[in-house]
């Protein structure tokens, strides 16, 4: 089970990297060397104020924003959330100052959009410094096909049919595109701007891409930018995150009501005019970079470790073959299908909580209390609520005029390893009235 996880995680401390498949033109030590030493930004994905935290083995401050406080206080009890961490906590870093906490530049974006929450600060005081392992959503296929088949009692026969169908329809219908992926991974070089044009198309028919899509794009943004305000955070060791932000924002007009990359899906054109408005200088590279790094992200992410990518087609490729082949991205595809199950709140705690408490197990095995998002350390970063050697103290916040936060009231509550309610979230909203995931709703 353990060997899922070490997959999932990306170590930010070392230079070991993952092994290679055959086939490919370029390792991930090969990318890791060229985005860490050929952009501008790419000393910040060792070198950053998160991660010198988390090694230094100081107390760890984080901030949550929330519009449960009420409850929280009454209940006495704080939940974990599935999402990209899958069973956390979710925070962003603060920093501590003479005159009080500073957020990091991810909290005070929230801050400023998340108006109509509440702040809780965090202490958190770990036994030993953290390990630099970040979890990357996009590489939990493997444990969402697991997770699946180990608990498809659950599900009539006549839905465990249905997910098989619709996962390999998408597959199907998109396989000349997941051909060229692999291809392009493999030395092709398919003209850039009509791949993203390709790339585009196919998303809504296969929507994890449109994931994919969005954090090679993030990526560049953060790593190539060379603004003033990418520099004065870089200065304090930060990603700018306000580059994705204005992204997702600009491309999907529904995005801030629901947070939903399924729908990220720019053309050529319309990319080159998203990329401009944000930093003009950008736009001329990003079709090639998207076409280069999505293209081996793809491969690397979806393929079975033992695979030939340039072996791999996806015509007719059935659910047996795709299990064999190609298990995390049959396990990413089974993911979403199930989350448009009418029973799937009834079947939330039975898959999505088994998956946070092996990622709880996970980070105590190796010591982690707080894990971060690991598709790039940005500044995503969560609370292990299970981890046992960690002391926890939690504050309300007062926020003053120059952004600083300031504990206030400190609250007795227990960490709970377990979900919150479906029907509390963004996902669950969609889940219960049955509205489509891209439905206007209040956000979590």
Known sequence: MFSDWDDVHTEYSSTGE???????TATEGDWRR???HDTPGGWLLRGNSMLETLASGRPIYLMHTTTALDAIR???QLYQAAGCLVGSLYCAPLFTEPSGLRPHNLGSYLLETKQDRRVLAFEITPDDPTPLKGLDYLRLGRVHLR???D???FLTDRECEGLHQAATDRVHATADLLDVLLANACGTRTPADKFVDRLACAIPA???LGYLYFEVLSEYLMLHSTSRQTKEMAEAGELNNRLYKQLAFSAVATMDRLFDLALFHPSHTTLLDLIGRIEPTLAAGVAEYTRNRLSHQFACIALDADQDAASVTFQGADFDTLTATAPSLLGQLLFREMRTNPRYPQLFPVFEQTKALEACAYWNAQ???TPFNGTIPKGEIG???AYPKARHRVWTADISADGLLHPDEELDVTLIPRLTDLRSTALGYAAFTRQPLNAPHHSE
Not at 18 to 24: D, E, I, K, P, T
């Open 383 to 385: 609370i292990n609520l």
């Open 147 to 149: 997770t699946y088949l």
């Open 18 to 24: 993952r092994a290679s498949l055959a086939g490919l």
């Open 151 to 153: 608990h498809r009692s």
């Open 34 to 36: 060229r985005l860490e």
């Open 206 to 208: 296969f929507p994890f």
């Open 367 to 369: 010591g982690i209390a």
């Open 74 to 76: 009454t209940s006495g």
